[in-house]
């Protein structure tokens, strides 16, 4: 083991570098300091492991960063891969049309709020906010937590109606 560690420092990969401290709660119920990485930070830290047992996921990584790389030079790759996951996920064609549709004019939105002076993420959250709060009654992070969301997208999770573009940028 002391070899292994000894070899990533020696490359200049400390794995510990990478990690942050945040409390949780252990079995016993008390929190306690534990290490904890972001998604980058995970994959930085697969990419370094010495084993052959790694060698699948570093496969995986290599073919989606060659396939990003494929969408910069034809971005209707990327495009086209949206409307795929959107089937698999058994949206219908109408609603992944507007979905489509909907980032489209989001983006046109934030385009304009840039233009206007709009720069940091919390005066996009507040815009967005507003909006969310004219027509539901709720802020984004509200209508999230009402529909029982944590990491996806509240967007991809209204239906039909809610997702009109009329309505949601």
Known sequence: ME???????????????NCHGLKL????????????VDIEGMFRII??????NAEPIKQWLAK?????????????????????IYRAKGFDEEWIS??????????KLTDVWKDNGIESNLEY??????????WSG????QYKNYKGLR???????????EIKPDVIP
């Open 47 to 52: 990419e370094s492991i010495p084993s052959k």
């Open 125 to 134: 959250a507040i815009l967005t906010n507003e909006i969310y709060k004219e």
């Open 3 to 17: 070899k292994n560690e000894t070899t990533i420092k020696k490359e200049g990969n400390e794995t510990v570098t």
């Open 151 to 161: 990491k996806e997208s509240l967007r991809d999770n209204m239906d039909n109606l």
């Open 98 to 107: 507007k979905r489509i549709k909907g980032i489209q004019d989001r983006k």
């Open 64 to 84: 989606l960063g060659s396939e990003r790389i494929d969408e910069i030079f034809d971005p209707s790759i990327a495009a086209q891969r949206s409307i795929d």
């Open 138 to 141: 709720m802020t984004a992070k």
């Open 25 to 36: 709660k252990a079995q016993d119920g008390k929190y306690r300091m534990t290490d904890v």
